[in-house]
């Protein structure tokens, strides 16, 4: 048995995923080392004008947890986080460089990160390549697909995904395909760590009981435009009053324009109600605590998870039907959670007595099987005959939003097209012609375009 020391790396980007280590780490959901090292890395656009993990309310609540602090930024500047990965050739020397830097010497590294598809964390990963790996995931993609197919030599390296109960009853699928087995972190663990941060957030202007609107910056993801992001907004505020709200807190994006506020302050003069616009960066979960809000209204923000499950607060989502239209490609990974948010929370303008459309885990199990398959079919094949399942008997009105016609088509899925053309997926003549027809009309609107 080696008798090299341990060192345990976490990388963390949010204060919700250091919170997340931190809750899996007091649960004693990792054996015991010699040393832990908080790896930080700062994935904004602009990283140089965004405050960093490290400087933002209650950090210094979960600092203790680990020995020392590094940021992945400085590591490897001038480099993007997102944009740097290293070349192959290059990997023995980065990593000798790396145990230099960080003074590992030759010790036993293990690797505790999020996304592990894409960079930093795969970067990461592969600047270690006999480190054993932990994924720990924050929020809804968890339970979704794993958005790109990963290296065997990266994908059979990980142990386990941590993750939270943030759909009780309800497994992840993400990294299923390299039988990486789920194991939850406590919720006590986690609201207690909350806990701890609600209480190293200093004074906070918030009245109490007032409805809450959480906001996302999805312009910045390209899938909604500015004014559309601005009107989502709008709407919030509106729904709210007319459920009888006369209190209501904005927590924007940290990165979101001030103009957006602004907005939102003329909306609420023309309502009369009293709108209060935090501009202190804590987490939603802290305002829980703090303010004990009569309602949360976002669109498909993990926080309205943690507020239903963890916190027992009534929820209320809008604009998830023209995400689920708009997102694109059908693969995006955004997908899974809009669609549980859809599924699980009330729209904000249903008054129905009932407005859920599953009132359990279990009743989503199959759509999220059956979505998950549509968005990553080749990474998950075995999943097809749940889909077919699900799609035969499940497809409706109401569900087929989940769903596009071109993608079950593309599939040869239940509900592509009416039954009694059922029998065209399985026609080559019939397909000849169909592409044939295609070619030509990229053709035509090529000449159209040029002239």
């Known amino acids: 048995m080696s008798t090299r020391p341990r060192t345990q790396i976490f990388m963390a980007s949010t204060l919700y995923g250091a919170a997340t280590l931190a809750a899996a780490l007091d649960a004693d959901c990792f054996a015991p080392a010699e040393r832990r090292l908080l790896l930080l890395s700062n994935n904004a656009t602009t990283p140089e ?126 990294l299923t395909e390299f039988d990486v087995p789920p194991q939850t972190v406590p919720t006590d663990a986690f609201t207690k760590v909350l806990a701890e941060l609600s209480d190293a957030s200093g004074p906070l202007e918030v009245p109490d009981g007032a409805a809450l609107l959480l906001g996302q910056y999805l312009s910045a993801l390209g899938i909604l435009t500015p004014e559309e992001e601005e009107e ?47 501009d202190s960066p804590v987490l939603a979960e802290v305002l829980y605590q703090r303010m004990r809000p009569a309602l949360v209204v976002g669109c498909f923000s993990t926080a309205l998870l943690t507020a239903a499950t963890f916190y027992g607060l009534p929820t209320a989502r809008t604009g998830t039907g023209l995400l689920l239209e708009r997102l694109s490609p059908y693969q995006n990974s955004n997908r899974m959670p809009v669609t549980i948010v859809d599924a699980l929370v009330p729209d904000l303008g249903d008054r129905s007595e009932h407005p859920r459309a599953y009132a359990t885990a279990e009743g989503i199990e199959g759509l999220v099987t059956a979505v998950g398959y549509a968005m990553q079919h080749q990474i998950y094949p075995q999943l097809r005959p749940s889909a077919e399942r699900y799609l035969a008997t499940h497809l409706d009105t109401f569900t087929r939003r989940y769903f596009k016609r071109r993608r079950l088509t593309a599939l040869a899925l239940p509900g592509a097209i009416p039954s009694q053309l059922s029998f065209i997926p399985r026609n080559a003549t019939v397909r000849r012609v169909a592409r044939r027809a295609r070619a030509v009309q990229r053709r035509l609107k090529k000449r159209a375009a040029f002239g």
Do not use: C
């Open 49 to 174: 004008t965004t405050a960093s993990l490290d400087t933002m309310p209650g950090f210094a609540q979960l600092r203790g947890r680990f020995d020392r602090v590094l940021s992945w930024n400085e590591t490897i500047s001038p480099f993007h986080p997102g944009g740097w990965s290293p070349r192959a050739d290059d990997v023995p020397l980065w990593e000798r460089h790396l145990r230099l830097l960080w003074g590992l010497g030759d010790d036993r590294v293990e690797l505790v990160v999020e996304s592990i598809q894409v960079n930093p964390a795969l970067a990461l990963a592969q600047l270690f390549p006999d480190a054993p790996i932990d994924v720990y995931a924050d929020g809804l993609m968890s339970y979704g697909p794993t958005r790109n197919k990963l290296d065997p030599l990266i994908g059979t390296r990980i142990s386990r995904l941590l993750h939270l109960d943030l759909v009780p009853g309800l497994t992840p699928l993400l």
């Open 232 to 278: 989502l907004h709008v709407r919030m505020v509106r729904g709210a009053a007319e459920r009888g709200h006369r209190e209501i807190v904005f927590k924007p994006h940290p990165s979101a324009p001030a103009r957006w506020s602004r907005l939102l302050e003329r909306e609420a003069e023309k309502l009369d109600i009293a709108l209060t616009v935090l």
